[in-house]
């Protein structure tokens, strides 16, 4: 059974950092492209990052580029988004999600960022 | 910022069929790149539901189907059920955009 667990969220105050991780089974984790998805509350969904198998290819959304990377350890099944310079914007569930041919194929059960004073 | 237009909501009775509209431009299902579909159960998190325009993953019930045309698809749900009551995305590929992947603004179905 593929499984992907999200950690790391909470809340930060804004100019604040967090590092998101996911903790990928049940697949071979190196085969696929990973992303990450997000959604404010109350909102729609927006695709934030992916990352390809072997970590070489990276793309971000503009509203992300320059303060957000993700990268991934394969040895250890995981994804991971660093997050500098948080906004209030960022606020929102931010989803694990692989990758089949365009389409999100599997999704984590979400975790939590709130970007407050 | 959504570039894939749906109705906010649609309504059926129990055994309806309800259509979902995803209308996009020529820089993404126009440009010929496929459509899915995706449900969001109350507090939970998306599945995947039609991969391809119009391919079911196993487990997900003749039910629901997809179709894709110039540049929008649609999402069909026949033989409407209780647990229908979700919300609904489409997703596609933007060439122009700045990310690669784009989804639909969402449309709430609620089963009357």
């Known amino acids: 059974e593929v499984q992907l667990v999200e950690s790391g969220g909470g809340l930060v105050q804004p100019g604040g950092s967090l590092r998101l991780s996911c903790a990928a089974s049940?697949?071979?984790?190196?085969?696929?492209?990973m992303s990450w998805v997000r959604q404010a509350p109350g909102k729609g969904l927006e695709w934030v990052a992916n990352i390809k198998q072997d970590g070489s290819e990276k793309y971000y959304v503009d509203s992300v580029k320059g303060r957000f990377t993700i990268s991934r350890d394969n040895a250890k099944n995981s994804l991971y988004l660093q997050m500098n310079s948080l906004r209030a914007e960022d606020t929102a569930v931010y989803y694990c999600?692989?990758?089949?041919?365009?389409?999100?194929?599997?999704w984590g059960q979400g975790t939590l960022v709130t970007v407050s004073s | 910022q959504s570039v894939l237009t749906q109705p906010p909501s649609v309504s059926g009775a129990p055994g309806q069929r309800v259509t979902i509209s995803c209308t996009g431009s020529?820089?993404?299902?126009?440009?010929?790149?496929?459509v899915h579909w995706y449900q969001q159960l109350p507090g939970t998190a998306p599945k995947l539901l039609i991969y391809g325009n119009s391919n079911r993953p196993s487990g997900v019930p003749d039910r629901f189907s997809g179709s894709k045309s110039g540049t929008s698809a649609s999402l069909a749900i026949t033989g409407l059920q209780a647990e229908d009551e979700a919300d609904y995305y489409c997703q596609s590929y933007d060439s122009s955009l700045s990310g690669l992947y784009v989804f639909g603004t969402g449309t709430k179905v609620t089963v009357l």
């Open positions: 999600a692989s990758e089949r041919s365009g389409y999100i194929s599997y």
């Open positions: 049940g697949f071979t984790f190196s085969s696929y492209w």
């Open positions: 020529s820089s993404n299902i126009g440009a010929g790149y496929d």
